[in-house]
């Protein structure tokens, strides 16, 4: 997903598909309880090298991965039509 991201920050479309579709897929075991965000925020800070509180991360969470995972869900609900 740290791949996706940077090449996505470079502009590179299939990695920014690809980081909402992890995104989507993170935000899945979260609901689903597979995944506590506490977890997903440890994970993030080891992948990253960040040490992001739990307000950092829930600030990080809301506004970034939502969003993307909403951007996946669109490209999921597009080819569904």
């Not at 309880?33 to 997903?40: E, I, W, Y």
């Amino acid at each position: 997903m740290q791949a996706n991201y940077a090449a996505g920050q470079a502009g590179n479309e299939d990695a920014k598909v690809q980081f909402c579709r992890g995104a989507w897929k993170l935000s899945g075991w979260i609901a689903a309880g597979d995944v506590t965000s506490d977890q997903a925020r440890q994970s993030y800070n080891t992948v990253f090298g960040t040490n992001l509180t739990t307000t950092q991360w829930n600030n990080t969470k809301v506004p970034i991965l939502t969003a993307a995972r909403d951007k996946y869900q669109a490209i999921l609900d597009q080819q569904a039509i």
